[in-house]
Each structure stands twice: as C-alpha cells, then as structure tokens.
C-alpha cells in the first residue's frame, strides 16, 4: 500500500511542476507525449504472474535456484524479443505516430514520446510479484519513496533553476531506469546470482542492433 502510495506521488510530480510553471500548452504537450506503451506492461505483467509461483518456491527450496534461473532469462529474452522491435519502431516513428493520433499542433510532444519509450527498456519485467514472493515489502516501499523524494526534490531544482519541461521529463526516465538497475540488483543479491548471469546483456544487445 506504500508503495502505491509513492508511486502516485512519483508520477505526479512531473505533472504538477510542469502544469504549474510552464503553461497549458506546454502541459498539454508533454501530458500526451510523455507516455508508455500499454502492451510493455501487459507482456510484463504475464510474464511476473510465471515468475511468482516459481520465486515463491525458491523461498522454500533454495536448491531450486538454477531452475528458477533458467526460466527467469528465458522470460526475459522472450518478452525481448516482441517487446524490442516494437519500442525501436516507435522510437524511429515517433513523428508519425504522434501526428496520427494528436494532429500537427502536437508536433511538440513528440520530442517526450521518444523520451518516455526510453523507461520501456528497462521494465520488460514487473518486479512487483517477485519482491513480493520474496517477502521484502518494507524494500520495495523504501525504493519507492526514494525515487519519489527525489523526483519532488530534483524538479523543484529545474524550476528554482529556470530549466525545461525535457529535463524534468529526463529525470523521470533516469530515476525509473535507476529504481529499475536497483531492483535487479536487489533481486540478484537475495537469489545468489550475478548480475551478468540475472540479465542476458549479449543477448538484448542483438536485439537491438538487428531492430
């Protein structure tokens, strides 16, 4: 419950920094172009409800690590493969996807599309059900509020610094991708594994490059 409740407060920080000091218009802008794509977090989503039960298990027989591991990469390199390509695609045809959807007056959101994609990289999986199987809630909702004061500290920093609405949207991207490097660090220090071995770096970089 915490850990919503921070969330909320993380994503709004952004809104309310740029709703209040930079104008309707610019608001209107980022609002509409600084979203995710719905089918990441519905592929994320089936992909932890396999995770849970395995991770759950692992609580209760530590010598099933090797197992849960192979189906955690495997996961991880499948949910890749479909979710990659499509992010790229997006990425190199933000311009035409914004028009289609929001018309020429939206031109300016299209700079926070491609922002916003960036946070997809990093969120292939929900660690939300394996923190859980794990019965670390207390961390999870400490990584949380971290990421949450930080945001509310860090945009109050561009405003008093008269920056732009894209830093603060960097921000966002930045401190989501690092909630998300500190998650699976976390997650390779409780399981025994190495990071190298948790996340198939080789793999997701072929990806990318054949994308």
Sequence with gaps: ??????????????????????????????????????????????????????????????????????????AWKKSALIIYPLLLYFLFYAENVVIILYGENYYGSIIYFRLALFINFFNIIMFTPVILAMGETKFYSFVHLVVAGLIWMMGYGVIFFEGTPFLIGLMVVLLSIFKAIWLILFVAEKMQWSFKNLVPINFLAKIIFHS
């Design 1 to 74: 419950m915490t850990a919503s409740i921070y969330g909320i407060m993380f994503r709004s920080a952004d809104k309310f920094y740029i709703s209040r000091y930079f104008g309707e218009e610019v608001f209107a802008e980022y609002a509409n172009g600084f979203i995710q794509l719905p089918f990441v977090g519905m592929i994320a989503g089936a992909t932890s409800a396999v995770l849970l039960p395995l991770f759950s298990k692992k609580m209760e027989n530590p010598d099933s690590g090797d197992k849960i591991l192979a189906v955690w990469k495997s």
